[in-house]
T-cell receptor
Framework: DAGVTQSPTHLIKTRGQQVTLRCSPI?????VSWYQQVLGQGPQFIFQ???????GRGNFPDRFSARQFPNYSSELNVNALLLGDSALYLC??????????????FGPGTRLTVL | GQQLNQSPQSMFIQEGEDVSMNCTSS?????WLWYKQDPGEGPVLLIA???AGELTSNGRLTAQFGITRKDSFLNISASIPSDVGIYFC????????????WGAGTKLIIKP
């Protein structure tokens, strides 16, 4: 069975540009969470979606937005990129919106570099 | 805001040695999680702890949920080369929720 997939693997953008990152959850999983991981730090929660509805949002500016599609895949959009947005963006999928942590799996991430 | 203090930041160990790392907070949590992240990959859950005082093992890994609910420990016995990586503690911001807050990680390096 395929795990969580994310695309693209790597991405280079310049300041002010916009970026869209994509995540396909494990088949049957209905919840997707997004995290930002700056080099040398732990992940920081950005969004959680369950059944296409936003269930939670971390302390990130409105430049960050996300959505979940009927097939449960998800996109994370970041507008007006800043140098500080350079990070590994992780997607995690889970069966449900509840905290059964051994049923949550992370993708390999998208490495975003902003120049 | 809520913060997890994870130590040590990095560890250089010989193969076969035992390893200990810990995570503390000024806040009380009802769940403590330990993850490992290898280069180029996402974190993988190692152990989940749900009860204060709980001691749980997963092979050579043992983790404990502190009695005060403000800390947790992870021990690795008889380390092997594949133990190299970054270990993170994490807690849910709210019960039954995937909104996790994470420590800064402990990087484990095996001395050649």
């Amino acid at each position: 069975d395929a795990g969580v997939t994310q695309s693209p693997t790597h991405l280079i953008k310049t300041r002010g540009q916009q970026v869209t990152l994509r995540c396909s959850p494990i088949s049957g999983h209905k919840s997707v969470s997004w995290y930002q991981q700056v080099l040398g730090q732990g992940p920081q929660f950005i969004f959680q979606y369950y059944e296409k509805e936003e269930r939670g949002r971390g302390n990130f500016p409105d430049r960050f937005s996300a959505r979940q599609f009927p097939n449960y895949s998800s996109e994370l959009n970041v507008n007006a990129l800043l140098l500080g947005d350079s990070a590994l963006y992780l997607c995690a999928s889970s069966l449900a919106g509840q905290g059964v942590y051994n049923e949550q799996f992370f993708g390999p991430g998208t490495r975003l570099t902003v120049l | 805001g809520q913060q997890l203090n994870q130590s040590p930041q990095s560890m250089f160990i010989q193969e076969g040695e035992d390893v200990s790392m810990n995570c503390t907070s000024s806040s009380i949590f009802n769940t403590w999680l330990w993850y490992k992240q290898d280069p180029g990959e996402g974190p993988v859950l190692l152990i989940a702890l749900y009860k204060a005082g709980e001691l749980t093992s997963n092979g050579r890994l043992t983790a404990q949920f502190g009695i005060t609910r403000k800390d947790s420990f992870l021990n690795i016995s008889a380390s092997i080369p594949s133990d190299v990586g970054i270990y993170f503690c994490a807690v849910p911001l709210m019960d039954s929720n995937y909104q996790l807050i994470w420590g800064a990680g402990t990087k484990l390096i095996i001395k050649p």
